[in-house]
């Protein structure tokens, strides 16, 4: 079993505290149900900063709104449950493999 790093995209976060009460009912849920898969379940994300030698800048484009770490036996497996996310109402998840280095 590998590890994979799930990148979320856009999503919401509710605006009444009744629809942001079911949505993070809907993540524990999520959660739960993925028992043993569960590495990291992570957090939500603010804007970041790209940082290189020369200069620190703010990240453009489509920001990431959240991680989390899941296990999985491989690729499919892992877009599998990725599929299942809540964060497919609205948003979308970048699925990487994280090799073993260290």
């Known amino acids: 079993m590998d590890n994979y790093l799930f990148v979320y995209y856009g999503g919401t976060m509710g605006v009444?505290?009744?629809?942001?009460?079911?949505l993070m009912d809907d993540w524990v849920n999520w959660f739960k149900?993925?028992?043993a898969a569960v590495v990291d379940a992570g957090?939500?994300?603010?804007?970041?900063k790209l940082v290189t030698k020369k200069s620190v800048k703010a990240i453009?484009?489509?920001l990431v709104t959240?991680?989390?770490?899941?296990?999985?036996?491989d690729m499919d497996a892992a877009?599998?449950?990725?599929?299942?996310?809540?964060?497919m109402?609205?948003?979308?998840?970048a699925v990487y493999s994280i090799m073993k280095t260290m």
């Open 33 to 35: 149900n993925q028992g």
């Open 89 to 93: 109402e609205g948003g979308e998840i």
């Open 16 to 22: 009444t505290p009744a629809e942001k009460k079911k």
């Open 66 to 73: 959240g991680y989390s770490i899941f296990k999985a036996k």
């Open 43 to 48: 957090n939500p994300t603010m804007p970041g």
């Open 60 to 62: 453009g484009g489509e």
């Open 79 to 87: 877009v599998a449950i990725a599929k299942t996310s809540p964060q």
